[in-house]
């Protein structure tokens, strides 16, 4: 479990000119939107955020969060103030919890599973015995009280201002809890299940993209046909076509993340991947770092409404 501090006080953007941080009243927001293959710096690039003197609120669900995470803050050499602003609740989601149990219980499907056939399998009901499927309330909980490990309460996320980013990592093991939450341990779905499933999504993005303060959501590609276009193209990984076609349009800047030999790159304007782009300027193979999305915000100035 990653160990955090106290968190100091950080600022929302960039003097012109400066590299210092400066203080900054807006209450503008960013919704980012990362996506890629493993091992193409989704994690890593979350320290940028920290060295740009930014406080990075991050909720871990991707059982691998940690390693990419601390990957970032070795690689860019963070200083004890900069990790100050950092805090992190493990949701732990994806799996039962005790290992014992998940593999007595993983037991005990398969026999029922070898018994039946795949017509009786297709026909049952979903798990209304779900005592241990309740894992994404732990997401709800954690935005409503954001506390860490430690014991430290970092209090309602929409109390947060915008020199502060809601990390979500990530969007594939969020979308198992969701099924989770539906169906219990039932390896098929109906339609109608399918469809609660999907909308338990949506609803939690909807969430993330409406706070106050900035959020980032990490996510794997997957090749998906465009429901406008027709063509095959590179979208965030979810439970069904029709959630990662509608997703892009809920944040502000799509970033797809990638590998080009030792260079870990952005593009939002990849040939095939989709992409938008807000506050990150169009290009096809930024450097994975927010400071441009950082200064951009800052230089908005207030809200108009």
């Known amino acids: 479990m990653l160990q955090t501090k106290q968190p100091t006080p950080a600022v929302t953007g960039l003097q012109e000119g400066q590299g210092e941080v400066a203080t900054q009243e807006a209450c503008l927001h960013s919704t980012v939107l990362?996506?890629?293959?493993?091992?193409?710096?989704?994690?890593?690039?979350?320290?940028?955020?920290?060295?740009?003197?930014?406080k990075v609120r991050l909720l871990a669900a991707d059982p691998n969060a940690e390693i990419g995470i601390r990957n970032g803050?070795?690689?860019?050499?963070?200083?004890?103030?900069?990790?100050?602003?950092f805090a992190a609740v493990n949701l732990t989601l994806g799996h039962l919890g005790d290992g014992r149990k998940t593999v007595s219980k993983l037991r005990e499907?398969?026999?029922?599973?070898?018994?039946?056939?795949?017509?009786?399998?297709?026909?049952?009901?979903?798990?209304?015995?779900?005592?241990?499927?309740?894992?994404?309330?732990?997401?709800?909980?954690?935005?409503?009280?954001?506390?860490?490990?430690?014991?430290?309460?970092?209090?309602?996320?929409?109390?947060?201002?915008?020199?502060?980013?809601?990390?979500?990592?990530?969007?594939?093991?969020?979308?198992?809890?969701?099924?989770?939450?539906?169906?219990?341990?039932?390896?098929?779905?109906?339609?109608?299940?399918?469809?609660?499933?999907?909308?338990?999504?949506k609803l939690y993005i909807l969430t993330f993209t409406n706070l106050?303060?900035?959020?980032?959501?990490?996510?794997?590609?997957?090749?998906?046909?465009?429901?406008?276009?027709?063509?095959?193209?590179?979208?965030?990984?979810?439970?069904?076509?029709?959630?990662?076609?509608?997703?892009?349009?809920?944040?502000?800047?799509?970033?797809?993340s990638y590998r080009d030999g030792d260079k870990f790159l952005w593009s939002n304007r990849h040939a095939r991947a989709v992409g938008r782009s807000t506050l990150l300027p169009p290009g096809n193979a930024h450097e994975q770092d927010f400071l441009p999305i950082i200064r951009k915000l800052a230089a908005l100035g207030n809200p108009l409404f």
């Open 34 to 54: 990362v996506f890629g293959d493993s091992g193409t710096g989704k994690n890593t690039c979350i320290a940028t955020l920290l060295k740009h003197g930014q």
């Open 73 to 85: 803050l070795t690689h860019h050499k963070l200083t004890p103030e900069q990790m100050d602003n």
């Open 109 to 201: 499907i398969t026999k029922q599973t070898t018994q039946l056939s795949a017509k009786q399998i297709e026909a049952q009901p979903a798990d209304t015995k779900k005592a241990d499927k309740i894992q994404l309330l732990r997401v709800a909980d954690a935005l409503d009280q954001f506390t860490t490990a430690s014991g430290k309460s970092l209090g309602h996320v929409d109390d947060w201002g915008n020199d502060t980013w809601l990390v979500v990592d990530g969007l594939t093991t969020l979308s198992r809890a969701a099924q989770n939450s539906v169906v219990g341990d039932q390896l098929t779905m109906s339609q109608s299940n399918f469809q609660a499933v999907q909308n338990l999504i």
């Open 212 to 256: 106050r303060c900035n959020h980032i959501l990490l996510a794997h590609a997957d090749q998906i046909k465009d429901e406008l276009s027709g063509s095959v193209k590179i979208f965030p990984t979810s439970l069904g076509g029709s959630i990662s076609n509608w997703m892009p349009g809920n944040y502000g800047d799509v970033i797809y």
